[in-house]
């Protein structure tokens, strides 16, 4: 079977590159390799979330989640931005998580850790980014944003990116039906990004 990005031990020959980004003002050299989501730089979703989605005011030592965050492009511009607060990259993919961590460690970020999706114990998250593996199909993508989005703090926030075609505008519907204010922020190039509250309990 072959390798999907969120294969969580990937078995294709691992194919190291260095790239070059541009992320929020900054540049990086980054490591990616094979077996990775995205791994020949920023992709599209990814993009349009770094550039519609606010980043609001917070105070320090604030806890802050990449979910899905493959080799980092989102981590780094979070870290990079909060420096004075915690910000953990989630995955499954164990390359990923690798590369996330190479890639902050390698930016001199010192305020970035890295977990794998169902062993992360993180909690009281005030702000959450994520481009979703939409690709795990819908119930699985449902589980794995409940299991996220109620562990938001009750002033946090979340802010995920969609392709339109893909579901962006239902998702956005049940999110809402599940007890999460969703508000559509804004698309560009085919993607929406959400704004997703704390589930507000009936």
């Given amino acids: 079977m072959s390798d999907h990005y969120f294969s969580a031990h990937p078995t294709s020959a691992d194919a190291p590159r260095e790239v070059d980004v541009h992320i929020l003002g900054e540049d990086y ?3 990616t390799t094979s077996g990775i989501f995205s791994p ?3 992709d599209k979703g990814t993009a349009v979330l ?3 989605a606010p980043l609001p005011q917070l105070p320090a030592g604030s806890t802050i989640v990449d979910l899905g965050c493959g080799w980092g492009p989102l981590t780094l511009a979070l870290a990079s931005h909060y420096r004075d607060s915690h910000v953990t990259g989630i995955d499954v993919n164990e390359r990923a998580l690798e590369l996330t961590a190479k890639n902050a460690a390698a930016a001199g970020l010192t305020n970035v850790d890295v977990a794998e999706e169902s062993a992360a114990s993180v ?3 005030d702000l959450l980014w994520s481009n979703p593996p939409i690709r795990i199909g819908k119930d699985s993508l449902h589980t794995l944003l409940i299991a996220w989005l109620t562990r938001l703090a009750p002033t946090g926030v979340a802010y995920l990116v969609v392709q339109r075609n893909l579901g962006a505008d239902s998702l956005a ?3 809402s039906d599940q007890g999460f204010p969703t508000t559509k922020l804004g698309s560009q190039k085919g993607f929406r990004v959400l704004e997703v509250g704390p589930r507000r309990l009936a």
């Fill in 29 to 31: 050299r980054v490591s």
């Fill in 40 to 42: 020949q730089g920023i």
């Fill in 50 to 52: 770094l550039h519609k």
């Fill in 123 to 125: 909690e009281n998250i």
């Fill in 173 to 175: 519907s049940w999110l």
